[in-house]
C-alpha cells in the first residue's frame, strides 16, 4: 500500500471499481505518507482524520452496492481558504488561526456528495496572497523537488501535496496565478476554470472579481474529473454562470485518443517570448509547439499589446478589492482579538489587525485602500478597469484566428526559498504570464513539460471563455504521449 502514491488517477479509479481497492485503505495508506511528507514539506495546515475515515467507509459502501462515479472514494486536499464545516479554516492568517468552519463551501458540498474523502486542508499564502507560499503564518512551504526552493503560490501547499504523493488531487484558487504557477514550479497540472464556472460561496474572498476555484492534480484526467464534480451554478453566488457543465473526464480521455491534431490552430503571442524570460523554458515552450505541429497542429503568430500592463492593472484592482474584502475581520465580530488593552475602539481594531495580518496582506490593503480613496479612484482603480476591458477584447481578437495560446507558466524554474523576499516587484514578476488570464476571465491550464530540467517546467495553455475542455483535451494528448512529463517529485 506504501507505493500507492505512485499510480495514476486512472488506475486507482478502476482498483476501486474492481474492489482490488478500498477508500479507507486507500485514504489510510494516504494519511499515512500525508503525515510524513508533511515534516518536510509543511504542505499541510491540518488533517482531517475522524471524519475522513467515516467518509471513506461510506464510500466503500456506496462502491459495494455497485455505485460508479470519477472521484468517489477518492481523498482530496482543500486549500486552506475553502470551508469545510467543523474544520480549521485559517486562510494561513494570525488572524483566523482558530476559527472553525461553520458551514460547507459549495465546491465542499459537490465534493462530498460525490463522495470524496476530505484528506486535509493545505497550507497556502496568507489570504492567498503571495507567489511564493512563504507568506503563511504557519511557515513556509517547501518545493518537493528541492527543498531548499519555493512551490509557487498561493496554492503552494495544495501543489506541494500532489507533487509529493500526499493525494492525486487537490483544490486551489487562482487570482492571479495562484493555481497555475505553482502547479508549473512543482511539476502537476493545474486549472483555472472560466470565472463563474465553479461557485466561490465559503471560499475566503481575496479579489471577487478575479478568484476562481480549480483542480491542482496529478494529470489532465483527474484534473477534469474535479472540474466536472465542483462546476455549476449555484444560487449563493451571484456571479456563478449558469451555463451547462460538459462531461469533462469524458471529453479529455477522448482528446487524448486522437489520432492527431489537425484542424487546431495554436497562438504563440510574441510579448511571451521577451526579456526576462529563461532561455531554458523558452527553448521548452517551443519544443511543446514544435510539437503540436508535428502531430497536424497549425502554429500561428498573434498579438496580445496589452499584455504589458497586465502587471499594474493587477495589482490595482486585486489590492483594491482586497481592502473592501477584508475590512470584516476587525477582531470584534470574529477574528485575532489584541490581549493589550486599549483605550478606545479605533486603537482596539487598529491592534487586532495589526497583529492579524501579516506584512504582505498589510502592503495590498494599503495600497488598495489608496488606490480606492477620494482623487485617485479615477487614476488608479478605474484607469486600471478600462486598461481590463482591453485585454478582453485582445483576447476576443486573438481566439477569432486561434482555438488556443501557447506559452510559459512562470518565467523561470522554482526560485530559492528567501530569494525575492526583498524585493516586492521581483516576486510579482514571476506571475506575469498569468495575471492577463484572470482580468479577462478566460480559463488556462499549466502542465508539466517532458524536459531534461531537473526541475519541472510548466506548458501555459489560455482558451476562450467556457473553453476548458480543448485545454484539457490538449494537455492529456501530450501527457498520454509523453509519460514522462508526469513522474513524481521523488521517482
Not at 528567501?418 to 479577462?440: F, H, R, W
Request: include cysteine; glycine fraction near 8%.
Amino acid at each position: 500500500m506504501s507505493e500507492l502514491f505512485k499510480k495514476s488517477f486512472l488506475e486507482i479509479r478502476k482498483d476501486l471499481d474492481e474492489g482490488a481497492l478500498t477508500s479507507e485503505s486507500l485514504s489510510e495508506s494516504l494519511l499515512g505518507r500525508a503525515q510524513d511528507e508533511n515534516k518536510k514539506n509543511n504542505a499541510l495546515i491540518s488533517f482531517c482524520e475522524d471524519s475522513l475515515m467515516k467518509e471513506a467507509q461510506l464510500a466503500d459502501e456506496r462502491l459495494k452496492s455497485g455505485e460508479r462515479s470519477a472521484l468517489l472514494g477518492v481523498p482530496i486536499v482543500l486549500k486552506d481558504i475553502i470551508s469545510c464545516k467543523g474544520h480549521r479554516l485559517t486562510a494561513a492568517s494570525k488572524m483566523l488561526e482558530n476559527f472553525v468552519a461553520p458551514y460547507d463551501a459549495t465546491v465542499t458540498t459537490k465534493l462530498k456528495q460525490a463522495g470524496v474523502p476530505i484528506l486535509a486542508k493545505a497550507n497556502c499564502d496568507e489570504f492567498a496572497m503571495g507567489s511564493s507560499n512563504e507568506n503563511s503564518f504557519f511557515g513556509a512551504v517547501k518545493n518537493p523537488w528541492d527543498l531548499e526552493r519555493v512551490p509557487g503560490g498561493s496554492s503552494g501547499g495544495s501543489a506541494a501535496a500532489v507533487a509529493s504523493g500526499m493525494s492525486p488531487i487537490s483544490l486551489g484558487t487562482d487570482t492571479g496565478g495562484s493555481i497555475r504557477q505553482p502547479a508549473a514550479l512543482t511539476g502537476i497540472t493545474g486549472l483555472k476554470p472560466t470565472y463563474g464556472r465553479v461557485s466561490r460561496y465559503g471560499v475566503v474572498a481575496f479579489a471577487s472579481s478575479l478568484d476562481q476555484v480549480g483542480p491542482m492534480c496529478s494529470d489532465a484526467f483527474s484534473s477534469a474529473a474535479v472540474l466536472e464534480c465542483i462546476s455549476g451554478h449555484d444560487l449563493h453566488d451571484a456571479t456563478s454562470s449558469q451555463a451547462k457543465v460538459p462531461s469533462f473526464l469524458r471529453s479529455t480521455i477522448a482528446w487524448s485518443e486522437r489520432k492527431d491534431l489537425k484542424g487546431l490552430r495554436i497562438g504563440l503571442p510574441k510579448q511571451f517570448f521577451v526579456e526576462g524570460l529563461d532561455p531554458v523554458v523558452a527553448q521548452e515552450i517551443n519544443k511543446v509547439a514544435d510539437f503540436y505541429k508535428s502531430e497536424g497542429a497549425e502554429i500561428v503568430d498573434i498579438e496580445l499589446p496589452h499584455v504589458k500592463h497586465s502587471m499594474a492593472t493587477y495589482y490595482i484592482i486585486c489590492s483594491s478589492e482586497a481592502s473592501s474584502n477584508l475590512a470584516r475581520y476587525d477582531g470584534v465580530h470574529y477574528g485575532h482579538r489584541s490581549e493589550r488593552k486599549t483605550s478606545n475602539l479605533d486603537e482596539l481594531y487598529s491592534r487586532n489587525r495589526a497583529e492579524g495580518f501579516g506584512d504582505e496582506v498589510t502592503l495590498r490593503i494599503l495600497l488598495g485602500t489608496f488606490s480606492l480613496s477620494s482623487g485617485y479612484y479615477d487614476a488608479y482603480y478605474h484607469k486600471a478597469s478600462q486598461v481590463r476591458e482591453l485585454m478582453r477584447q485582445d483576447y476576443k481578437n486573438a481566439f477569432s484566428k486561434v482555438d488556443c495560446i501557447l506559452g510559459p507558466t512562470s518565467p523561470s524554474t522554482a526560485f530559492k526559498l528567501g530569494e525575492k523576499g526583498k524585493d516586492p516587484v521581483q516576486m510579482y514578476l514571476s506571475d506575469i504570464y498569468t495575471l492577463a488570464t484572470n482580468l479577462a476571465g478566460i480559463p488556462a491550464i499549466s502542465f508539466n513539460s517532458d524536459s531534461d530540467s531537473k526541475l519541472p517546467i510548466g506548458v501555459h495553455l489560455q482558451g476562450s471563455w467556457w473553453g476548458e475542455e480543448k485545454l484539457l483535451g490538449l494537455a492529456a494528448y501530450y501527457q498520454k504521449r509523453h509519460p514522462n512529463s508526469l513522474r513524481k517529485a521523488d521517482s
